[in-house]
């Protein structure tokens, strides 16, 4: 704190009728809302609790102790509480084994931090009902994070820097620069807790925030203002990016009753293609564009897997579902049961009257069957005796000369009799359990799914 600039009086209130000019035209909401603030303690929290507080907001605040700096991140936990009570406001303070988590995630410190940070906001607000939760990260911080970004090689997306608002989470401070900030803390008499980690370059972005930036701003005072420029034009290029993303996932997703089935037809001929490929799938964990285009040439049966999906390639489609760990599950149908719900919705009735069967009903010899039946899925070894083919044939056999595909093979389910299977529920019965005009005990088994 020991940088006190002179700053007009103006430019101060200047600033804050810009913070409730922002507040009104980009999140009118938050007057009605139940609000958590991320309160660090550094200067850009502490001047964003002081402007929601100017503008009649009232937040809880939200402090993580990460265990970093010893004793001094118990000092500043301690600020934050008497800070919270000193103004009336609730807090919560959250100590985490930081360096520990990172080397069981091994990860890095800095990711570690923030991957508990940001998962212990997400369930303090569904504990409490706080509606949004307000992160103080200023045009620097969104800076920054481009510079650090282009470095990587990162896309357009990633040149956006730091979004405004991403779900619950809001940053009001983002078209306010650093010295802004600092400014108006120093008029305002605002007190805050110096990191002194922040200090070091030995991190990118510290080395960024105190010797590359500070230089591009001297060479050219409106630098500020230009790179918000800058962003809004990356910000419209991406949003009709992500308009034409839209109208190609409308067309050529196709849903089913698995997921989504994608015409390989349709990527042929794109001029960009890494480009389609990674932000068509890119959400659902496939991060890897070598990967999916070996997959569109590759032979049917081919796959990849993320952590919550599948991406199966299916003759001259790609077939996209979610991970399924039912595989291996098998359920019991005892003899009084009259219907189930789960995992197919089944009714199980005695009838009086032959009828025929469909693809949905089947009219079976109940004496046959042995109690209790089971539904479960398929194995390599299973076979049954499929109505008038007068012999049996292995249920891999039947499912390729159907045309099923891998997804279609593992949903399929199986009402079974001991090791027999009696109906490929919803396709083909098994001609040795079907009751007959004669049979006296006749089962009428409907699937209603």
């Known amino acids: ?6 700053v007009p009086k103006s430019l101060i ?5 810009k913070f409730q000019n922002h507040l009104t035209t980009r999140f009118p909401q938050l007057k009605d809302q139940k609000l958590l603030l991320a309160l660090s303690g550094g200067v850009d929290s502490c001047v964003l609790l002081d402007l929601c507080l100017k503008s009649g907001l009232t937040p809880a605040v939200a402090h993580c102790n ?6 001094v991140s118990d000092a500043d936990a301690d600020w934050i509480k008497n800070l919270a009570d000193s103004k009336g406001l609730e807090s919560h303070v959250q100590t985490f084994e930081t360096q520990v988590y990172a080397q069981e995630k091994k990860i890095s410190i800095q990711m570690a931090a923030r991957d508990l940070r940001y998962q212990w906001f997400e369930s303090l607000s569904q504990q409490k009902g706080y509606d949004s939760i307000l992160i103080a990260h200023h045009a620097d911080d969104a800076l920054e ?3 650090i970004n282009t470095m990587r090689g990162s896309g357009l997306k990633g040149l956006l820097g730091i979004p405004e608002r991403r779900g619950k989470i809001l940053r009001p401070l983002l078209s306010f620069s650093r010295e802004e900030i600092i400014q108006f803390a120093h008029k305002n008499k605002i007190q805050w807790r110096e990191d002194s980690s922040n200090a070091k370059t030995d991190y990118l972005r510290n080395a960024l925030r105190h010797e590359v930036i500070p230089q591009w701003k001297k060479r050219d005072p409106n630098f500020d203002d230009q790179f918000q420029e800058t962003l809004k034009y990356l910000g419209q290029a991406q949003t009709l990016l992500d308009d034409v993303l839209k109208d190609f996932k409308n067309q050529n997703f196709i849903p089913w009753q698995h997921g989504f ?13 890494d480009y389609y490929l990674h932000g068509l799938f890119a959400s659902y964990g496939f991060g890897t564009l070598a990967d999916l285009r070996k997959l569109l ?13 599948r991406l199966i390639k299916d003759r001259n489609f790609l077939l996209l579902t979610t991970l399924d760990n039912s595989a291996s599950e098998s359920y019991t149908i005892d003899v009084e049961l009259t219907s189930i719900d789960h995992p197919l919705k089944m009714v199980f009735s005695h009838q009086k009257t032959f009828i025929k069967g469909g693809l949905k009903s089947l009219l079976l010899d109940k004496s046959k069957l042995k109690f209790p039946l089971m539904l479960r899925k398929w194995k390599q070894s299973d076979y049954f005796y499929p109505i008038g083919l007068g012999g049996k044939k292995k249920l891999s056999k039947y499912f390729k000369d159907e ?4 997804l279609d093979k593992e949903s399929q389910w199986l009402l079974c009799s001991g090791e027999d299977i009696v109906w490929v529920v919803g396709k083909r019965a098994d001609q040795r359990f079907l009751a007959t005009p004669s049979t ?3 089962w009428l088994v409907r699937c209603d799914d």
């Not at 209130?13 to 009728?17: A, D, G, K």
């Not at 990460?66 to 004793?71: D, M, N, T, V």
């Not at 049966?301 to 919550?308: A, H, I, P, R, V």
């Open 403 to 406: 045309k099923f595909s891998l």
């Open 13 to 17: 209130l200047r600033m804050f009728q």
């Open 440 to 442: 006296e005990n006749k």
């Open 66 to 71: 990460f265990q970093l700096r010893g004793s």
């Open 261 to 273: 089935k994608v015409s390989i037809d349709a990527f042929i001929g794109l001029s960009s293609l």
């Open 145 to 147: 994070t481009f510079m």
């Open 1 to 6: 704190m020991s940088y006190k600039p002179t």
């Open 297 to 309: 040439d590759a032979q049917s049966g081919k796959q990849l897997f993320s952590e919550t999906h």
